[in-house]
Nanobody
Framework: QVQLQESGGGLVQAGDSLKLACTWSGRALSNYHIGWFRQAPGVEREFVARISPSGFMLTYSNSVKGRFTISRDSTKNTAYLQMNTLKPEDTAVYYC???????????????WGQGTQVTVSS
């Protein structure tokens, strides 16, 4: 059974940066895409970013493109989401997830972490 755990969330001011980490255990995910999603209260979970197993193919939502950077270190079983120039509308619970497909829909992801809260004050 795969377990994913997010860390690095917190309360920051607009314009600040945060770096989230997603660490997995239970099995190797070297053949899995890792995605980051977020969910604000009363809103559906939305795709943020995705990284391919090789780490060479990166996909971002339009709302974070140019501000967020996804990466992975398979030697540490960890993926990261560097978030710069944060805005109040980035406030949400951030989840990492793993899939063997190239999808960005949450339903395509088999394994999920429990989430970490990111709050951006204005």
């Amino acid at each position: 059974q795969v377990q994913l755990q997010e860390s690095g969330g917190g309360l920051v001011q607009a314009g600040d940066s945060l770096k989230l980490a997603c660490t997995w255990s239970g099995r190797a995910l070297s053949n899995y895409h890792i995605g980051w999603f977020r969910q604000a209260p009363g809103v559906e979970r939305e795709f943020v970013a995705r990284i391919s197993p090789s780490g060479f193919m990166l996909t971002y939502s339009n709302s974070v493109k140019g501000r967020f950077t996804i990466s992975r270190d398979s030697t540490k079983n960890t993926a990261y989401l560097q978030m710069n120039t944060l805005k109040p509308e980035d406030t949400a619970v951030y989840y990492c997830a793993a899939t063997r497909t190239q999808g960005i829909d949450p339903s395509a992801y088999a394994y999920w972490g429990q989430g970490t809260q990111v709050t951006v004050s204005s």
